[in-house]
């Protein structure tokens, strides 16, 4: 059930990661597949090297590298179908992990002994076809995990190639994307770095603009379904994890951090992850079909359908020749995609062409833009006295109103308005004054650059001016934008000093050198990107004298003689005992040592308290030189032990004696302390003592008759030896009386009878024993026998 649960949780993910895309751009009626600029942003963290589950043992980079070359794969195949390169796709690598370079390639950089990758760029945009799509798949091949996951710097890589495209004039109808791939938390060491992970949302915010954010994840904490936190408390891990790719992600395409990621956009799924292979290959190969699927949009034919509308308003009959306004309308190709976006604007240019001869000169003057005139006022006086109801005999007043209208047309004045656009920066600058049809010399940009970036130039249309630069404005550049363009610093400049303010970041020391900020052609310094001044390094300086356990160099063989220490550097407190080159640099102290009471000499001199039977012997400790000090310690091994001996008193009763065979124990008693064995659970027999016997009841050694006396016996229950003997007297000899005394008193006969009846002889009381044991007996079997059934 919990598989079947999963296998449902993927294919609703996967339904939901397509339902967003915008519907035209799998429209079936397209016929051309959308160029694609692909930056994937692959994690190449250490933790790659591990499985993707304790279950599924398959490494993460295996699934990264084979997902990414069958990427490589499907794309180079799309390519090699198409012959016109702008319907071909391109790829950029990026790889994450440690410190960012601005270098292209697989380089690798080692910190405390450790090999990390660097977060760079693996390749610019490639065009991967089947003949030389190994080249690309080489780059993937040579990933080696190793590093922390630098999500932040990612991204700001990812930012710096989407700007390259979308500043690329023969990519203008290709898609951007990214695609991100990680397997953990975002850091710098080990744990969740709330700066890195907010740093990669805000690069990902920038991306938003021009590209969708496509997030995966491969980790045991990855959970679309979670977008941030829920209850009370601290921020669990799998909160943090999921709304930093969420963050990331198109689906919040104004998130802040990820504890702000604003409002998500409708039927988003931008961010998928995979607990299994199995569940990742399913993702990427769905991933791909769709990328690969994509379509051109349809061509935008509003202006077109306005054009037609307002020509169908009109009634043809009123006109000359209409057929030129047909033409045109039938002229239309519905059959276009956005890519010749300009062949359908010329349908709607061509339409309205065709109107402008036969249209009322009061719709031309109505579609004029008053606000691009010095004076409007005589156009809209002159369209005030026009006079509806005429016939055909007051043609000529119609004329002349015509004619006042078309002269206060051909008298406007064109007024030529252009304006700045700060384009992210910030502060203001006034609008420039245009002359129309003369150069205009582009200024000095006023405006605050963005944080992080400068002035690049002034752009108008597509084209980038710099500062100086002249230009020629016409009516067609009415309210045209001139709009500041920012690039970011590039820090590649090495100066020790910028517009007369030192660089420096960390002063040179005794072993390293001078560290410096770099800065930019700007003349902006970095904050994070440094370079080192070579061969600053001062040295050490051996003069300083510190008289410390650190800085000992020998101590004096006994208390008479002077230690020796070690110079330390005057400037770092290092020791010259370090310093192969310093091994001279060490001085003797002035004073004498004390004496030093780390001697252990087990000597009747140095007794300090004799061994006991249970404690050893405590001697003073003392110096080399013999002098005796105060700190006593343990001789081992030297404790007496208990020295037992016999001693026959009470006090020292182990047990007494039962019965007439046993012995008195007692405990050994120590000659030196006292103490008994008793804790050893050591003693001995008293064979002088013995119990006494344990006497029986009398026993029946003989019957007496009437003839003879009996005998009995009292015996020791435990040895048997006779402890007392006693005779029985004989019985009496009763005669019978007469029988009138016997009918005179029966009952006082029977009792007599009943004691005359002891003869010794027993005979008749077995019988009837002997026949009640055997009823009894026969009872006995009758019940087991009913019972063990």
């Known amino acids: 059930m919990k598989i079947y649960k999963k296998v449902i949780a993927c294919i609703l993910t996967l339904m939901m990661f397509f339902a967003q895309m915008p519907v035209n751009v799998f429209a079936a009626n397209q016929k051309n597949n959308i160029p694609l600029d692909i930056v994937l942003v692959l994690d190449v963290s250490g933790s790659m090297e591990d499985p993707i589950t304790s279950t599924d043992t398959t490494k993460r980079i295996t699934i990264l590298k084979d997902s990414i070359n069958q990427f490589i794969e499907e794309f180079a195949k799309n390519n090699s179908k198409q012959s016109d390169e702008k319907y071909q796709s391109r790829i ?64 700001e890589l990812a930012l710096k190639q989407i700007n390259q495209s979308k500043n690329d004039e023969s990519r203008k109808d290709a898609k951007r994307i990214v695609f991100f791939v990680t397997d953990g938390q975002p850091t710098t060491l080990n744990n969740f770095d709330d700066d890195v992970a907010n740093k990669a949302i805000t690069a990902s915010e920038e991306i938003k603009k021009d590209a969708e954010v496509y997030t995966f994840g491969m980790f045991s904490l990855t959970d679309p379904s979670i977008t941030g936190h829920v209850g009370s408390g601290s921020w669990s891990d799998a909160e943090k994890f999921n709304a930093y790719m969420h963050g990331v992600s198109s689906n919040y395409s104004d998130a802040q951090s990820y504890k702000n990621l604003g409002t998500r956009a409708e039927n988003s799924a931008y961010y998928m992850g995979a607990k299994s292979s199995k569940e990742a290959t399913a993702i990427f190969d769905s991933v791909i079909a ?39 309308i039938n002229a239309v190709n519905r059959d276009k995609d956005i890519t010749e976006q300009e062949v359908v604007n010329g349908y709607a240019k061509a339409i309205n062409e065709a109107m402008k001869g036969i249209k009322d000169l009061i719709e031309k003057a109505n579609n004029l833009n008053k606000d691009n005139y010095e004076d409007f006022s005589k156009v809209e006086d002159a369209i005030k006295i026009v006079v509806r109801n005429k016939n055909i005999t007051e043609q000529d007043e119609v004329d002349a109103m015509a004619k006042a209208i078309n002269d206060a047309i051909g008298a406007l004045v064109f007024q030529l308005k252009i304006k700045y656009k700060s384009n992210g920066g910030t502060g203001t600058m006034a609008n420039p004054a245009i002359e129309l049809d003369k150069e205009f010399t582009f200024p000095e ?21 710099k500062v100086g630069d002249k230009r020629v404005f016409t009516k067609d550049d009415q309210n045209k934008e001139i709009k500041a363009v920012w690039e970011e610093h590039t820090f590649d400049q090495k100066l020790k000093e910028v517009n007369g303010v030192s660089t420096l970041k960390d002063k040179a020391t005794c072993t390293t050198n001078a560290i410096y900020y770099k800065s930019c052609t700007c003349g902006q310094v970095s904050t994070t990107e440094t370079f080192e001044d070579k061969d600053t390094k001062l040295g050490h300086e051996y003069t300083k004298q510190i008289k410390d356990e650190k800085y000992l160099k020998s101590q004096g063989s006994n208390c008479q003689e002077h230690d020796a220490y070690w110079y330390a550097c005057s400037r770092c407190d290092v020791s010259a005992k370090d310093d192969e080159n310093a091994q001279d640099k060490y001085y003797e102290s002035a004073e004498v040592g004390n004496h030093v009471y780390d001697q252990e000499v087990e000597s009747s001199e140095y007794l ?37 001996i016999e001693v026959k008193n009470p006090q020292f009763l182990r047990e007494k004696a039962t019965n007439c065979k046993e012995h008195d124990t007692y405990w050994y008693v120590c000659s030196r302390c006292g103490k008994t064995s008793k804790t050893i659970n050591k003693y001995y027999e008293d064979k002088d003592s013995k119990g006494e016997h344990i006497s029986s009841d009398w026993i029946i050694d003989q019957q007496p008759t009437v003839a003879k006396e009996g005998s009995k016996r009292k015996e020791c229950t435990v040895c048997k030896e006779v402890l007392e003997t006693e005779k029985i007297a004989k019985l009496e000899n009763v005669k019978t009386e007469t029988k009138k005394e016997e009918t005179a008193s029966k009952k006082e006969t029977k009792v007599e009878s009943k004691k005359a009846v002891t003869t010794g002889d027993n005979t008749n009381g077995i019988v009837p024993m002997a026949l009640l044991g055997i009823s009894l007996l026969g009872i006995y079997m009758i019940v087991m026998k009913k019972y063990v059934r």
């Open 608 to 644: 300090a308290i004799p061994a006991t039977c249970m404690t050893p012997a405590r001697y003073y400790k003392s110096c080399i030189c013999g002098a005796k000090g105060t700190e006593a310690f343990a001789a081992t091994g030297t404790h007496l032990g208990h020295a037992y």
């Open 290 to 328: 769709k990328l690969l699927s994509m379509t051109y949009a349809g061509a935008d034919y509003t202006d077109v359908d306005a054009a037609i509308k307002r020509a169908n308003s009109l009634n043809k009959d009123n006109y000359k020749d209409f057929s030129k306004v047909e033409d045109a």
């Open 92 to 155: 950029s690598i990026i790889k994450f992990a440690g410190d960012k370079s601005d270098k292209v390639g697989n380089d690798t950089y080692t910190e405390n002994r450790y090999r990390y990758n660097y977060t760079q760029i693996m390749n610019d945009f490639f065009t991967a076809t089947n003949d030389n799509k190994a080249k690309l798949e080489d780059v993937v091949n040579s990933i080696s995990p190793a590093g922390a996951t630098r999500s932040d710097f990612a991204m």
């Open 445 to 465: 940009c006023e405006y605050v650059a963005p944080n992080g970036k400068h002035f690049k130039g002034w752009q108008v249309d597509s084209t980038i001016y």
